[in-house]
């Protein structure tokens, strides 16, 4: 839709009326063709923590986390922007400066030390972490460099107090091999773990340090995905390949993603930290229609604003009492004496309600920078522009003649403490100046609807530089191939594998993530169990099982192994460990047998269940049940169930009640056609 000029704007029409015009569709309705129209393009970063005894570069216990609250000491820092050896500031790092955060430090004793806070030079390098950085470099069919440089990566929003990341590039050049596409991998990394957040609220963010410098490996694709199913199909298959080696942690926050999306026309943002892969379609959907909205708005705008390069806001400082403002949705900003302020923004009539996400649009690309850079907690601002009216007509008519607005302007509200409105202007300002470039180059924070918020600007490209501290690593040879002798099966490899077998693919996932593949080729090989059978029991009867009961300390998963290789020496069917699974689960420290008796198993002859077929037979004649539509054999085998439970298949038991049958039918019809 196109404005006449001083046409008045309805912006609930608006926003249906630019949802419509930018193409959206609802994931669930998306083809391949709506992908291709707005250029889909996306990459991964997966982060995997190691499984080691030790930190990266200190001897601090790694994996090891505190409870709420619990912390020994609290260290305090501000962050400040320094010169590159350029003459230049980082773009991040202005931005951080702003926020004017303190970062607040949580210590533990026992997992941190002097190293955190670069009062200690790096320990050498932890060779397990290395070691297992490797197998997964070669699982990735990486090419291995010949030597490992340790590098710094700056981390300017806090997470580390250092403001620097040790990280080492590994393998480079790698491919994957998923279902229907091969996936190019850029690199593989070994590095430092980030603090682990516990709050950001006003201008204090606190961060637990027990997470910090636990060995993380970051795998990094091309962006091949062209489609927001490939790209989970994608984070999948590598946390995947990662768990299968069975010395990674798992866990929340032991495996998260940075996902990378772009538009044609458009521009790579980055979706920080998504620790759910069934996240990943809904927010790469959504974030490349937000791109092509944003591409959308910046093409309105150079057709209404004819110097982008010289547009600036006006503003003016309110009374709230004065104004009148009185509306919930301001009570905060009058209780806390907060200041207010009203801005003009020219030319930008409809571009306030314009859509850029389900449920959102431009205004709160605005709201979500004043939460992070001006550090002002929403609710921050009303506009003019509002789907549901705040304030009356007779206000904005107001603002609007004071600031000597015209119908082509639209008007934004906001408020606040007092020292953060000139960050407020600035932030705004800002971000309405880049909407005439198209889309901001930043990283956003995702939630389980599928939408996102600004997090931060990202960083330049000059943020890695040579550590001095640490001296390179040679590889050697003949121990690289020593660790590719012993790779596990590639995923895919498991996959054909599980398919050859009959197994069903919906258990695929189930198994891979935890690992299972060894063991449920053990059961399948060694104890000779059906594969459809060993596969269901993981991926459907223990799946099950996880979902509806806390699981024991004392359990794991070989615990299957040994319970199968229980029955089959007591010749008990298999079919029993159905049953059983749940009880092995919830007390895997009892015996089998005692577990056998809590499901009041009882060991019945084969040779006894089968004698009982004849007596059956006649009882079920003499009470009128025929075989007609099998009848008879449905009848007999519901009585027969509870002693054959466990000592004799049910299709072998319905096998022989049903050949009887047909015996005795025949025998019958003989005996009618003497007579």
Not at 389 to 404: A, S, T
């Amino acid at each position: 839709m196109f404005l006449m000029k001083n046409e008045k704007i309805d912006p609930r029409q608006n926003y249906q009326t630019s949802r419509e015009a930018v193409g959206y569709v609802p994931r669930a309705k998306a083809t391949q063709e709506d992908y291709d129209r707005v250029g889909f393009k996306s990459g991964i970063e997966v982060h995997q923590q190691l499984k080691t005894r030790k930190k990266l570069f200190c001897n601090c216990p790694a994996g090891r986390y505190n409870r709420k609250g619990e912390y020994d000491a609290e260290i305090i820092r501000h962050m400040r922007p320094t010169l590159s050896e350029l003459g230049e500031y980082d773009g991040t790092a202005l931005m951080e400066f702003k926020t004017r955060k303190q970062i607040v430090y949580q210590i533990r004793n026992e997992t941190a030390c002097t190293y955190d806070i670069d009062d200690t030079p790096p320990f050498p390098l932890n060779r397990k972490a290395l070691e297992i950085a490797l197998e997964l470099s070669l699982l990735c069919r990486l090419n291995i460099v010949g030597e490992v440089h340790i590098i710094r990566k700056q981390y300017l929003d806090g997470s580390i107090p250092t403001g620097f990341q040790r990280t080492a590039i590994l393998g480079v050049e790698g491919v994957i091999q998923l279902k229907n596409k091969t996936v190019r991998i850029i690199q593989l990394s070994l590095e430092e773990d980030s603090c682990r957040e516990v709050s950001d609220v006003g201008h204090v963010r606190v961060y637990q340090t027990d997470r910090l410098g636990i060995p993380l490996i970051e795998t990094v694709t091309y962006p091949d995905f062209s489609h927001p199913d490939e790209v989970q199909e994608g984070a999948q298959y590598i946390r995947f390949l990662n768990r299968s080696t069975g010395k990674v942690l798992v866990g929340i926050g032991a495996g998260r993603e940075d996902v990378n999306v772009s538009c044609r026309g458009g521009d790579r943002v980055e979706i920080k930290g998504v620790s759910h892969n069934r996240w990943i379609p809904e927010l790469t959907h959504n974030e490349v229609f937000r791109q092509w909205s944003l591409l959308r708005i910046r093409d309105l705008l150079k057709k209404t604003v004819q110097d982008p390069r010289g547009w600036r806001i006006s503003s003016k400082s309110l009374d709230a009492e004065e104004y009148g403002l009185i509306q919930p949705e301001v009570a905060k900003a009058r209780e806390s004496g907060y200041g207010c302020s009203a801005l003009r923004l020219p030319g930008f009539r409809g571009m306030l309600s314009h859509f850029t996400q389900p449920g959102q649009m431009f205004a709160d690309e605005l709201s979500g920078r004043l939460k992070v850079i001006a550090c002002i907690d929403k609710p921050n601002m009303i506009h003019s522009e509002e789907l549901d009216p705040v304030l009356p007509p007779e206000f904005w008519d107001r603002i609007r003649n004071e600031l000597q607005a015209d119908e082509e302007d639209a008007l934004v509200l906001l408020w606040g403490p007092e020292e953060d409105i000139s960050t407020a202007l600035e932030t705004v300002e800002e971000r309405c100046q880049l909407a005439f470039e198209g889309v901001p180059r930043e990283s956003r924070k995702s939630f389980s609807d599928g939408t996102t918020v600004f997090e931060r600007v990202l960083p330049g490209p000059n943020r890695m530089y040579p550590d001095t501290d640490s001296v390179p690593i040679s590889l050697d040879y003949d121990a690289i191939e020593e660790i590719r002798s012993r790779l596990p099966l590639d995923v895919h490899e498991m996959y054909a594998r599980m398919t050859e077998w009959g197994i069903p693919e919906d258990t695929y996932p189930y198994i891979l993530r935890n690992n299972l593949f060894p063991l449920l080729t053990r059961i399948i090989e060694e104890l000779e169990v059906d594969p459809v059978f060993a596969g269901t029991l993981f991926g459907h009867t223990l799946k099950h099982v996880e979902g509806r009961h806390p699981r024991s300390p004392d359990f794991r998963y070989e615990v299957i192994y040994d319970l199968m290789e229980h029955l089959k020496k007591e010749g008990i069917e298999p079919a029993l460990a159905r049953e059983m699974i749940e009880e092995r689960y919830q007390h895997p420290q009892i015996d089998i047998e005692s577990s056998l008796a809590a499901i009041k198993f009882k060991k019945v002859a084969e040779a006894e269940i089968l004698e009982k077929i004849p007596v059956l037979c006649t009882i079920a004649e003499e009470s009128g049940i025929s075989e007609d539509s099998g009848a008879r054999t449905r009848w007999m085998m519901g009585q027969l169930r509870p002693s054959a439970r466990g000592n004799i298949s049910l299709p072998e038991l319905h096998r022989h009640v049903k050949e009887y049958n047909s015996q005795a039918r025949a025998h019958s019809n003989r005996e009618g056609a003497g007579q």
